[in-house]
């Protein structure tokens, strides 16, 4: 399997467990996508630095091949379903710990 099959399930399941089985919701939201562009340029000079610096490296064989700021564009759909799993979790979570506090 290559990293972009992984990165392709790694988004996968992190759209299923958001809409189907936390039921965040967060996809629905335009706070998330706010949020996810926000985010976005701090991870593109995070790999450009990682990668310009050989700090990470990547086998050509392993990526589709098209880079963003020098990493590949895969590592774009890891950090979509990170940011998209760690806001469907903190909103499930905190509806459990104290329903009355969550935020809409």
Not at 45 to 72: D, F, H, K
Not at 80 to 93: A, G, K, P, R
Request: aromatic fraction near 14%.
């Amino acid at each position: 399997m290559i990293y972009a099959d992984v990165a392709l399930n790694a988004v996968m399941v992190a759209i299923i467990l958001d809409l189907y089985i936390l039921r965040s919701q967060m996809m629905t939201r335009k706070i998330f996508w706010k949020t996810y562009f926000l985010i976005l340029p701090f991870q593109l000079l995070t790999n450009w630095w990682l990668t310009s610096n050989n700090i990470v490296m990547y086998s050509e064989g392993e990526i589709i091949g098209t880079r963003v700021a020098g990493a590949p564009l895969e590592d774009l759909l890891f950090g979509f379903s990170m940011i998209l799993l760690t806001l469907s979790s903190w909103e499930f979570f905190a509806k459990r710990i104290s329903p009355d506090k969550v935020v809409k």
